[in-house]
């Protein structure tokens, strides 16, 4: 669970995926710090090889696969980041990679799964039935499945984010994260709990995405029906284990409206010139429309880019 994750086992993910990723830029941002009344920084893993920060997650379970493991393959569900990401540190590897994906999942995010070499199924209706159809092929196949968004290692690599904002602001007052099945916010509220308490921890999604924002309020999972959103990387149900992580750590919660995602990515190229798709906008939708109030200074986590051209020219131009 949550509170098992040390921040050793995060130094030594670090550590190992090093050579393999990039210490992605912290930039300021001029017009949050003015809204915020002090120091904003967007942590810019839209700038991450394959475009997210879920390949520090992938890199570090394949890294610690043991040779058996690695020769059976693994087998991945995702929205498409999480897919790619497993793709890349397969490829990387020379681990055979079968990656289940929703019929709908991004185009972008499709092609650059079967580019790296992975075999690609999409033909599952959503985020969900992928998961229970790569769950079942992994267990008749033999293969490792490597949850999107849970297992120690996963987790661990997850939190080098957290890792790499803490060394460049080590008086952080804030960290604002996107939330889906709470992979990222796993990794990072580990390490920020133990070595830096005084940080407030802020999460963002969709009110498509709901999951996690309404079982926090309703104090038991909540099910949500599976619906379009521009923020399909934080699609899908959550588990115990995710909501563990939501209880333990979030501090707030901000959901915002598929209007406001969208009037975000159009904001973060248009101020920022960032490419970022709609599930790695919304934190910085959640402080620049003002739906909570920061202390500063504050990280906010642009966790992803990979988003279709026809959608983000929509968006800039809807």
């Given amino acids: 669970m949550f509170s098992d994750l040390k921040p050793t086992e995060i130094l030594a993910a670090a550590d190992r995926i090093r050579p393999l990723v990039k210490r992605t830029p912290l930039i300021k941002s001029s017009a949050l710090s003015e809204i915020a009344g002090g120091d904003v920084y967007l942590k810019l893993e839209n700038q991450q090889t394959t475009g997210s920060f879920k390949l520090r997650g992938a890199l570090n379970v394949l890294s610690t696969l ?6 059976r393959g693994v087998v991945a569900s995702s929205a498409g980041n999480h897919g790619l990401g ?4 397969a490829k990387h590897f020379g681990v055979p990679a079968t990656i289940f994906v929703p019929s709908n999942a991004p185009q972008v995010k499709r092609d650059g799964i079967v580019a790296l ?14 998961m229970d159809a790569a769950k079942a092929f992994a267990a008749e196949r033999g293969a490792t499945f490597i949850n999107p968004c849970l297992g120690e290692m996963l987790l661990a690599g ?3 984010v957290a890792l790499e904002i803490l060394g460049d602001i080590p008086g952080l007052t804030t960290l604002v994260v996107n939330v889906g099945g709470g992979g990222l916010l796993g990794g990072c509220a580990s390490l920020v709990r133990a070595v830096a308490p005084q ?3 802020i999460g963002a999604q969709s ?4 999951a996690m924002s309404r079982s926090l309020a309703a104090g038991h999972l909540v099910e949500i029906e599976s619906l379009p959103t521009l923020a399909d990387g934080l699609a899908g149900q959550i588990d115990d284990e995710a909501f563990d992580i939501g209880r333990h750590g979030l501090d707030e919660m901000v959901v915002l409206s598929e209007a406001d995602i969208a009037r975000a990515i159009a904001w973060l190229w248009e101020a920022e010139h960032q490419r970022v798709e709609g599930a790695g906008a919304c934190g910085v939708g959640a402080v620049l ?7 500063t200074p504050a990280a906010i986590v642009v966790s992803g880019g990979n988003i279709d051209a026809a959608k983000f020219d929509g968006v ?3």
Avoid: C, W
């Fill in 158 to 160: 997850q939190g080098t």
């Fill in 289 to 295: 429309f003002e739906h909570v109030r920061i202390a």
């Fill in 86 to 89: 497993v793709a890349y540190a």
């Fill in 316 to 318: 800039l131009n809807g």
């Fill in 66 to 71: 043991s040779a058996d493991a690695r020769k």
């Fill in 199 to 201: 940080v407030k921890i």
């Fill in 207 to 210: 009110e498509n995405t709901a």
């Fill in 117 to 130: 070499g992975a075999t690609i199924d999409t033909t599952q209706p959503d985020y969900d039935k992928a």
